[in-house]
């Protein structure tokens, strides 16, 4: 029996959820002038543009209350349907057999009134038209319930991925496979993830966007800022600058890494990963609680990633890019901050369960792309560093030169860890010094075969083969090009022949 046949409106603390990004995107467009009315009242905000803005919000709020009430969803005749607009009505109907993940997101007001947001993925371009702010939590499990189930019915599996899925699908037909837990990640597991975050990152954004803002904050609060700063440089130049720097540096960095550790907190507490009969399920968050699916057929490839620190404490974070809109793969994605060596495996058995069964020939990269490295490593940092430092370290700029061997080095450890393996089914490629890289792709999944090669490459036989994905690229550089050819035609012979679908 469908429960959804009818038009049916979502959760009416749904209008609360509109009325709130339309704020947001209001907060980020009048920021300055709430600031100004906090800190510094006397100034005059009330531009007519500032009204004009005040008005389009007024506007806005009761556009939001109308479309809450012009917004259905339901399925009929196998497909699922969401009608919406104003003054024009839009109809977004997609087949069940096309979606291919359900997933749900809980902030504190969601889990306040037991509601979720959901997010449809589809295997075309609906993308993220498809999601409603607010259902009813058991209505929301329910539609997904539904979906599942009506799946088989319109989509059929091959016998290849039949026997491929088997290993953990072992329940008669029709019967449902509970889901396994792989691995759920304790309190000191995500300190150790925090700690072994990308802290520069962090420090880059926060540095990029007090930049950005710099100015509308001075003139907001009638602030000194820039001559303060000037006032500084000029006594930090009076009395060597380099020491500033070396305490300026370290304190922001630590500013940095508390961020990024809070963060990585709030957004992976209580992260529990599980093996479902489609493929994976991850569930985290703190104040905001998120539910991602990762469905087998969905994920192209596996990537894992190490830090040194995260080498220190046995880790690698993993990535499983899928084939969908790039809208709901950045927002929603089943990717693990952090897990250890058997988590992983479990993960490349699942996705890939003969890779260890077959037989690999083992390749390296042409010793030619030590040059490329030392040129981007060390000689053209080395000459902007000398550029924009030689006002202020004069003959003391020779220090530089010394990266030049640690790049050297770099370089050739590069070219030495650069390893990828084939075989019958598949590829694994690693790579990577201070920070360490490996894919596991299956042929099959290829979409297309390109061979790149410039001048310099040209000249020397050689070539990058680059294997094409629905979810992105792998990449070979610096391989001979008699051998990229070889690899290209067998991938290719490969994809021709498997009858398996790529997602």
Known sequence: ??????????????????????????????????????????????????????????????????????????????????????????????????????????????????????????????????????????????????????????????????????????????????????????????????????????????????????????????????????????????????????????????????????????????????????????????????????????IQYIRWDSSPMKRLFKMVAVRLPQAASVQVSKKLSANLPGCYDHHLQAIRQAYFPNEMLLEETHHGVNWRIIYRMFLLQGVLPVGLLIVFSYSWLATDIWIWLLWLPVALWLSYRYHDNWQWHISEEGLLTSWGVVNQHSILLQWYKVQAVTIRQHYFLRRRGLAHLILDTAAGSVRIPYIPEEKAKEVRDFVLYKVEVDGRSWM
């Open 1 to 298: 029996m469908n429960r959804f046949e009818h038009p049916t409106r979502q959760a009416s603390i749904a209008i609360l959820f509109i009325l709130g990004k339309l704020f947001r995107i209001l907060f980020r467009q009048l920021w300055v002038v709430i600031l100004v009315v906090m800190f510094n009242p006397k100034k005059k905000v009330f531009t007519t543009f500032t009204l004009g803005l005040l008005a389009i919000a007024a506007i806005g709020a009761v556009t939001s209350i109308i479309s809450y009430f012009r917004l259905y969803y339901y399925v009929k005749d196998g497909e699922l349907v969401l009608e919406k607009g104003i003054l024009q009505k839009k109809k977004i109907a997609v087949p069940l057999d096309r979606i291919q993940t359900v997933n749900f997101k809980q902030g504190i007001i969601h889990q306040a009134f037991n509601v979720v947001s959901i997010e449809i993925d589809t295997a075309g371009s609906v993308g993220k038209e498809f999601s409603l702010e607010a259902l009813r939590k058991e209505d929301a499990e329910a539609l997904r319930s539904f979906i599942e189930n009506a799946k088989p019915a319109t989509a059929q599996t091959s016998d290849k991925e039949t026997e491929v899925h088997s290993n953990f699908d072992t329940a008669s037909p029709g019967v449902k496979t509970p889901p396994k837990l792989l691995f759920e990640l304790s309190l000191l597991d995500l300190i150790k993830i925090g700690v072994s975050q990308n802290h520069l990152r962090t420090a880059g954004i926060i540095m990029v966007f007090f930049l950005s803002f710099f100015d509308e904050l001075e003139d907001a609060l009638d602030l000194k800022l820039t001559e303060r700063v000037e006032e500084f440089f000029g006594l930090a130049q009076e009395a060597e600058f380099l020491p500033y720097l070396l305490i300026g540096i370290p304190f922001f960095l630590t500013i940095s890494f508390f961020l990024t550790l809070f963060r990585t907190m709030l957004q992976y507490f209580a992260l529990r990963f599980w093996r479902t009969g489609q493929g994976f399920k991850m569930e985290s968050g703190l104040l905001t609680k998120q539910e991602v699916s990762a469905n087998l057929n969905k």
